[in-house]
C-alpha cells in the first residue's frame, strides 16, 4: 500500500464523517461538512499528483480512485437533495449521479475487453468534476438566506456540471460505439 492509494482510502474514510458532521444539529455542521468535502476534493488531487510524480500508479489505485471520486460526490448530492428538496436541484444531481453509474459501468466493461483507454478522462470530465466539487463546497458551506449570491452561484456551477456531464457522457459513449455496437457507422 503506497501514499497514494492510502490518500485514496483516506477519502472513502471521510465518507461516513462527512455524513455524521452534516447531520450534526449545530449552525456549524454544514460549513464543518463543506470543509470535509474540500479536503476530499484536495485529496483527489493529491492522490493523483503523488502517484504521477513518484511513479506511484498501481492497478488498485486506478480502480480505487474514480470510486472514492464518486463516492463522496454521490453522498454529498443526496445529502443536499434532501435538504435543498427543490426539482431545480433534484434534476442536475440525479443527472451526475446517473451519469456516474453509466460511465462506470461502461469503463467496466470496456475493460472487459481491454479497450480501457478508449473511455479514459477527458478534459470535459476534468471540468466537469471541477464544477461539480466547488458546486458542492458552494452549496454546503453558505446559508442562502445570508449569502443568496452563494445559492445562485452554486445552481449556475451545478447545472455546468450537469450539462458537461452529458456532454462528456456522450464523449465517452461515442468512443465506445464501435465495441457496444460492431455493425453500426458513426
Do not use: C, H
Amino acid at each position: 500500500m503506497n501514499l497514494a492509494n492510502m490518500i485514496t482510502l483516506g477519502r472513502i474514510v471521510l465518507i461516513p464523517v462527512f455524513v455524521i458532521v452534516f447531520y450534526l444539529p449545530y449552525g456549524w455542521s454544514y460549513f464543518a461538512s463543506a470543509v470535509i468535502f474540500a479536503a476530499a476534493g484536495a485529496t483527489d488531487w493529491l492522490d493523483g499528483y503523488i502517484a504521477r510524480k513518484y511513479n506511484q500508479s498501481t492497478p488498485f489505485g486506478a480502480f480505487l480512485d474514480p470510486v472514492a471520486d464518486k463516492l463522496m460526490v454521490a453522498t454529498a448530492l443526496v445529502l443536499l437533495v434532501g435538504v435543498i428538496n427543490n426539482v431545480w436541484f433534484t434534476i442536475p444531481a440525479a443527472v451526475i449521479i446517473g451519469r456516474e453509474i453509466v460511465i462506470s459501468a461502461l469503463r467496466e466493461w470496456m475493460a472487459e475487453l481491454g479497450e480501457r483507454a478508449s473511455v479514459a478522462v477527458s478534459i470535459i470530465g476534468k471540468l466537469k468534476t471541477t464544477a461539480q466539487i466547488v458546486s458542492i463546497i458552494v452549496l454546503l458551506a453558505f446559508d442562502f438566506d445570508l449569502y443568496p449570491w452563494a445559492e445562485t452561484l452554486g445552481y449556475v456551477l451545478l447545472y455546468i456540471a450537469a450539462i458537461l456531464t452529458i456532454w462528456s457522457m456522450f464523449a465517452y459513449l461515442k468512443a465506445a460505439w464501435p465495441m457496444l455496437n460492431p455493425n453500426a457507422k458513426l
